[in-house]
């Protein structure tokens, strides 16, 4: 091992390498987020194991390229090296749902053939999310983004992490509402009209979703671990509306942050 030179030894900038994170540590943390990333991702799109390896057939032009379990033990973080097989297959299909969303089906259908063999209805694409890099927002995840995501060198801060028992869960869940209630109330408008604002400020159109939240924010139900990986980041819009604040100000990281303050000041 090199001996620190005297400039180590002085301090400042030099430094830096006493406080950098171990590569072990940094793969756990890339393991954990690239879990929180295909939660959030499959969760807002709609798609189940079942759909995401019909699109993955298709995208990658190969049959049975997915493995179901393997997916499952991703999505709950329980394997330290994701294989390049899985990462190419999320790229593969990221990039077919961004360009069937912005290049349209005669695009896709060139590149990889029509979709409807493959079992794949329309409204799947037409629905799901397809992720971008935080500094390039008009452009889907490249293949080395999503290598980096599984060893913890990039994090996508519209995401967030949540690895939650599910009493710390609804411990959130519920300060989620309190936070909500006390924003409807600051619009001085009375208790359902603060509750229509809350819900306008919502992005997301799914009635579901919407019906949960207002049972949320009355108290009637919690949102469960997963729940709450698919909502932050839309109700952390509506946060920034109700606060006038821009709508990329408060992302769910920075949300569930603040809510974990919250809960660490109680």
């Known amino acids: 091992m090199t001996k620190p030179s005297s400039s180590d030894q002085a301090g400042g900038k030099a430094n830096d390498y006493r406080n950098r994170l171990l590569v072990?540590?940094?793969?756990?943390?890339?393991?954990?987020?690239?879990?929180?990333?295909?939660?959030?991702?499959?969760?807002?799109?709609?798609?189940?194991?079942?759909?995401?390896?019909?699109?993955?057939?298709?995208a990658c032009g190969e049959d049975g390229i997915l493995i179901h379990s393997q997916v499952s033990h991703l999505r709950n973080g329980n394997i330290k090296k994701p294989g390049l097989t899985n990462l190419d297959s999320f790229y593969e299909i990221n990039v077919a749902i961004y360009r069937w969303q912005v290049e349209g089906a005669s695009e896709c259908h060139r590149l990889y053939g029509p979709h409807k063999p493959f079992g794949i209805d329309d409204a799947w694409l037409d629905d799901s999310t397809w992720l971008h890099h935080p500094e390039r927002h008009k452009e889907p995840l490249r293949f080395g983004d999503w290598a980096e995501l599984a060893v913890g060198l990039l994090q996508l801060p519209y995401v967030g992490d949540l690895n939650l028992?599910?009493?710390?869960?609804?411990?959130?869940?519920?300060?989620?509402?309190?936070?909500?209630?006390?924003?409807?109330?600051?619009?001085?408008?009375?208790?359902?009209?603060?509750?229509?604002?809350?819900?306008?400020?919502?992005?997301?159109?799914?009635?579901?979703?919407?019906?949960?939240?207002?049972?949320?924010?009355?108290?009637?139900?919690?949102?469960?671990?997963?729940?709450?990986?698919?909502?932050?980041?839309?109700?952390?819009?509506?946060?920034?509306?109700?606060?006038?604040?821009?709508?990329?100000?408060?992302?769910?990281?920075?949300?569930?942050?603040?809510?974990?303050?919250?809960?660490?000041?109680?």
């Open 24 to 58: 072990t540590r940094r793969h756990t943390k890339g393991k954990e987020h690239l879990a929180s990333v295909l939660n959030w991702w499959l969760g807002r799109s709609g798609l189940s194991i079942r759909r995401l390896s019909a699109l993955a057939d298709w």
């Open 165 to 266: 028992s599910p009493s710390e869960a609804r411990d959130l869940s519920e300060r989620l509402a309190t936070m909500l209630d006390d924003l409807a109330c600051a619009t001085g408008l009375g208790i359902r009209s603060g509750l229509d604002a809350v819900l306008a400020a919502y992005p997301a159109k799914d009635p579901g979703r919407r019906k949960k939240l207002r049972a949320v924010i009355t108290g009637q139900a919690n949102y469960e671990v997963d729940e709450l990986g698919i909502e932050l980041a839309d109700i952390a819009i509506a946060v920034a509306a109700l606060r006038r604040k821009p709508p990329k100000s408060i992302t769910a990281s920075s949300l569930h942050a603040e809510l974990m303050a919250t809960r660490r000041r109680s």
